[in-house]
């Protein structure tokens, strides 16, 4: 069986943006303070602008 590397949804979540900001220039993220329980920190830190 292959090993399958387990991580919450919301650090999945956080990444999954961050991807989607290489893919598309004009995204933007939105969030009613909840950077760290969304980590929407993650997309914040390669998108600083």
Request: aromatic fraction near 8%; charged fraction near 35%.
């Amino acid at each position: 069986m292959a090993d399958v590397k387990k991580i919450a949804t919301r650090e999945s979540y956080g990444n999954a943006l961050a991807e989607l900001g290489d893919k598309y220039d004009k995204l933007v993220v939105l969030d009613a303070d909840l950077a760290a329980a969304t980590k929407t920190g993650i997309f914040k830190k390669k998108f600083p602008d």
